[in-house]
């Protein structure tokens, strides 16, 4: 047998799973409209928020925004209410893998349409908080809670996991490409350089605390994705590079473990080699 034809099946048949798990099963056609569609875009190629976002360290990025988030019992309570953590996790990943794709490298007009329909999705989300205070998706607040948490994640995923990690210059690019997406969702004022970005952070931790909601869906994400046995060892590796990422003050509200050294050896050596079979995985062999 073929040594590289047997290496280029299985590329192919584990890239294929990869990519139905996180886009969906109607994903190959919505990858096809969003990178072949002729027209302008928002972002060119190449640029710094294309080379995150199009890197395989977002599965890392992607669960670490994931836990960071659930810190705001407000944003949290709204997850809870309405988003259906425990039902339909993977749906809701999809819709935001989606929603990241077209907006990074769909046409200027696909990825304002994604756009208007978030802000149409926020516009009908409301509740009440833990404090009995009134909340809604649309608040400028909790969005830019909800942007800086995710970019932050990418960011230092990308720096830690990616393939080419950002100069600093292209680090405060990067910050401010995904700072044009923010003000369209209704963001007021989001960072648009990586200084900014941890001043934004910093400021929000006041208000940070590990809810029941919150730990509640860290038992989920860690303990019960909907996943067959052969896929769990793989996602428990992304899973703790995730938290190895994660602040350390962050670890008791959310009862996630601290393990420094292991978190700075074995964690990454077997984050990286994780993330790496993922990109050999989902990127397509050369042609001859």
Not at 63 to 84: D, K
Not at 121 to 138: L, N, V
Not at 183 to 205: H, I, N, Q
Request: with cysteine; charged share 25%.
């Amino acid at each position: 047998m073929d040594t590289s034809l047997g290496l280029t099946a299985i590329r192919e048949r584990l890239g294929e799973a990869l990519f139905h798990r996180v886009a969906g099963p109607d994903g190959a056609r919505h990858r096809d409209r969003i990178h072949d569609t002729a027209g302008p875009r928002w972002f060119e190629q190449g640029s710094p928020i294309t080379r995150v976002h199009g890197d395989a360290s977002m599965f890392v990025g992607g669960i670490r925004a994931l836990l960071l988030q659930t810190l705001h019992p407000v944003a949290m309570r709204a997850v809870s209410e309405h988003s259906g953590f425990r039902g339909d996790m993977w749906g809701r990943l999809a819709r935001t893998s989606r929603f990241l794709a077209v907006t990074t490298f769909g046409t200027a007009d696909d990825a304002q349409q994604a756009v208007d329909i978030v802000r149409s999705i926020h516009d009908r989300i409301t509740g009440t908080g833990p404090d009995g205070t009134p909340y809604a998706a649309s608040d400028p607040h909790l969005l830019l809670w909800v942007h800086v948490a995710e970019i932050d994640s990418f960011l230092l995923a990308h720096q830690t996991y990616g393939d080419r990690p950002l100069d600093p210059a292209e680090c405060d690019e990067y910050v401010a490409q995904t700072a044009e997406i923010a003000r369209r969702l209704g963001v007021v004022d989001p960072p648009t350089t990586l200084a900014e970005l941890r001043e934004v952070l910093a400021r929000f931790r006041p208000e940070l605390r590990g809810s029941r909601e919150a730990r509640e869906a860290v038992r989920y994400l860690l303990f019960k994705p909907p996943l067959p046995l052969a896929a769990r060892a793989p996602y428990g590796v992304l899973v703790s590079a995730a938290i190895g990422l994660m602040p350390v003050w962050t670890r008791r509200p959310l009862r996630v473990p601290w393990l420094p050294i292991a978190e700075r050896t074995v964690v990454r050596a077997l984050g990286t080699a994780a993330v790496g079979t993922i990109r050999w995985a989902m990127t397509p062999p050369a042609s001859d």
